[in-house]
């Protein structure tokens, strides 16, 4: 086992082709860079947690991905088939269930199954002809969840996706990804301020701080991961000490 | 034992349903009293029938009326016109509403004439359209249609425009684009807006209907109007007022069932 941490470039994960390629990435708002200059490699499969205080451009960064935003300068690599889940479910409320994961679909008996055995994944099959506004917060994100692995993206990305829901919720959630991520294996970009969330679920934790990466930390730990791994929490006591956050020496 | 510590049941602050019956006779009750004071007020001579007609002499010029088969031929040449007019405006109104609700390019081209022929009142149009069309029908229908466009275009627009900006982006994220987008979610989450739209319009072109039905007709609800001011019978007035009246009740009722059928989602559901 191996804990690694990397330079600010990224460039230790560089091995196979990138499934995301930033390259001096810039984003200015009013005068201000949110984002100066940002490098960085994501690799297919990779699980990357965005972390960082509010206001940094994390949610910038990952519009850019999704193509919401254009940059001011830089290059931008992202695969074809990329999906995006946001804090909010934002589904279609005169569509139902079904027919918000066939979202942009051709109707036909494929996409019908498809879309069945995604929501079927994620627990919801018998919710299919339901309206999104009878649906539980949860309920709901594990739809948004199931729209955007229907289209079987090489590059899933994820803001703040279970920042609304209840902690218990929140846990299930993790579990959920952690399946999907087995069978389906896109590369992921998650936002997240939970530090514990990104040292569970994440092959790597990037913090963005003025414009650049600050932090960029392999977390090279085999999965289900429990929190009380003394690695994890070394990570965890560094992490929030980069977020301003003093926490106390364990003493063993 | 304080007050403090006595434990009581929650008052139900949601919204009671209420039965379908109940609600029926709730609706009709306030017209139907305002009937029974009419004829109270008629019938004890307190309201003289030179102000008003009597309920009693209102159904006996519905009954002649009825007799020799006008009454059944003016319905129905309003009803067509009104038909014909409103369909034609809705349309109308609709496209240019949605043009310019959904795109940038189209706001610009569609909006700021738009908002100057909404400043017209159509009524000023009639002495331009008369003599372009005639008293004829083609003029009837297309004053009613030009009462239409204004306020059909002014709200759909606005329920365009209101729809939620993060589902629109969303359904982008998914490739949705140009009409696909517009046809999938936008004009599906602005149909309570549409339907806010169509009823503000109906109510509108009922104006235009008895303006073209004041000028140059031998048929409709309008012509009626016309004559009983020309023969001052007040019955025949009161007539006209209570056949508009039940014009406005039967719109009512048809978009009160297009929300039921068009909103299906709305029904039985909480605020979240
Ligand atoms: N459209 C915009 N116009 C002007 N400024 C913007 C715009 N979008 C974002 N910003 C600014 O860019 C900065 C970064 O915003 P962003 O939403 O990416 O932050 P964030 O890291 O996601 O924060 P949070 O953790 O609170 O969600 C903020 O200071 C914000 O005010
Ligand atoms: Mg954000």
């Known amino acids: 086992m191996t804990v690694t941490l990397a330079t600010a470039t990224g460039g230790s994960t560089t091995s196979p082709a990138p499934a995301v390629r930033i390259r001096g990435l810039r984003k200015v708002y009013d005068g201000k860079a949110v984002l100066d200059g940002i490098d960085l490699d994501v690799a297919p499969g990779q699980l990357v947690a965005l972390l960082g205080p509010s206001g940094t451009g994390k949610t910038t960064l990952l519009r850019l991905l999704a193509g ?8 931008l690599g992202v695969p074809l088939a990329r999906t995006t889940v946001y804090q909010e479910p934002r589904l279609v409320p005169a569509h139902r269930v079904l027919r918000n994961v066939m979202l942009g679909q051709r109707g036909t008996a494929a996409n019908r199954a498809a879309a069945l055995a995604s929501l079927a994944e994620v627990g919801l099959a018998d919710k299919a002809r339901s309206w999104p506004a009878t649906l539980s917060g949860g309920e709901a994100q594990r739809v948004a969840l199931a729209r955007a692995l229907v289209r079987e993206p090489r590059l899933l990305l994820l803001d703040e996706p279970f920042a609304a829901l209840d902690a218990l919720t929140r846990l299930k959630m993790h579990d959920l990804v952690e399946r999907l991520r087995r069978r389906h294996d896109p590369a992921i970009v998650m936002v997240t301020h939970d530090v514990d969330e990104a040292l569970r679920l994440a092959d790597r934790v990037v913090m963005l701080r003025d414009g650049h990466v600050s932090v960029d930390l392999l977390v090279d730990l085999p999965h289900p991961r429990a929190i009380t791994d003394p690695h994890l929490l070394a990570h965890r006591r560094r992490l929030l000490a980069e977020l301003g956050v003093d926490t106390p020496e364990a003493t063993p | 034992m304080t007050t403090a510590d006595v434990l009581v049941t929650p008052r139900f602050l949601g919204t009671r349903r209420r039965s379908r019956s109940w609600s029926l006779l709730t609706r009709a009750s306030v017209p139907v009293a305002l009937l029974v004071v009419w004829q109270a007020a008629s019938a004890t001579g307190l309201l003289d029938p030179q102000v008003l ?10 009954r002649e009326l009825a007799e020799s088969g006008q009454l059944a031929d003016f319905l129905a040449a309003s009803a067509t016109r009104a038909a014909i007019g409103v369909s034609l405006g809705v349309v109308a109104g609709l496209v240019l509403g949605v043009l310019a609700g959904a795109s940038a390019l189209g706001e610009e081209l569609i909006d700021p004439s738009m908002q100057m022929y909404r400043a017209v009142p159509f009524l000023a149009l009639v002495p331009l359209l008369l003599s372009w069309f005639g008293v004829g029908e083609t003029f009837k229908i297309v004053l009613i249609a030009v009462s239409a466009v204004a306020p059909m275009y002014a709200y759909t627009y606005l329920g365009v425009r209101g729809v939620d900006r993060k589902v629109v982006e969303a359904a982008r994220g998914f490739g949705l684009r140009g009409f696909r987008l517009v046809w999938e979610v936008i004009l599906p989450c602005a149909r309570p807006n549409l339907l806010m739209a169509l009823r503000i319009c109906l109510s509108v072109s009922l104006t235009g209907l008895i303006a ?9 609800i309008g012509y009626l109007v016309s004559l009983s001011q020309q023969y001052f019978r007040s019955d025949y007035m ?7 009246a039940l014009l406005g009740v039967l719109i009512d009722t048809a978009i009160r069932f297009l929300e039921h059928v068009a909103l299906p989602w709305r029904s039985g559901v909480a605020a979240r």
């Open chain 1, 68 to 75: 919401f935003e254009r940059p001011d300068a830089g290059e």
């Open chain 2, 53 to 62: 007609a009597s309920p009693g002499s209102v159904v006996g010029a519905l």
């Open chain 2, 212 to 220: 073209a039905e004041q000028i140059g007709t031998t048929e409709g």
């Open chain 2, 238 to 244: 009161v007539l006209c007022i209570l056949l508009y």
